[in-house]
């Protein structure tokens, strides 16, 4: 069993910057992909950004603003954003899986965290 616990969502202005971060643990199971998320009411959950076997990968709308990167020693896994937009406003879920192939899929993780709110005010 893997449990994921997120932290470093908040309330910031346009053009901010935050950091969310996602601790990792658990028994037997060492997962290679890790992925955030993000999802607002009414809308399906959309990838934002994952690292699979130490490649990363970003969704268009944030590709130059976000960074995802892997602390292996704390074994947590950070979101980096900057240029922060309205838009940008949403509960980020982190998630882990194995073997990841269509890595912004929500459908490929199987490990998910509570979430962390992430809101963006003009």
């Known amino acids: 069993q893997v449990h994921l616990m997120e932290s470093g969502g908040g309330s910031v202005p346009a053009g901010g910057t935050l950091r969310l971060s996602c601790v990792v643990s658990g028994e037997n199971v060492r997962p290679n992909s890790m992925g955030w998320f993000r999802q607002v009411p009414g809308k399906e959950r959309e990838g934002v950004a994952t690292?699979?076997?130490?490649?990363?990968y970003y969704a268009e709308s944030v590709k130059g603003r976000f960074t995802i990167s892997l602390d292996n020693a704390k074994n947590t896994v950070h979101l980096q954003m900057s240029s922060l937009k309205i838009e940008d406003t949403a509960m980020y879920f982190c998630?882990?899986?194995?073997?990841?192939?269509?890595?912004?899929?929500?459908?490929?993780?199987?490990?998910w965290g509570q979430g962390t709110q992430v809101t963006v005010s003009s």
């Open positions: 690292i699979v076997t130490g490649d990363t």
């Open positions: 998630a882990a899986g194995m073997w990841v192939a269509d890595r912004l899929s929500e459908k490929e993780y199987t490990y």
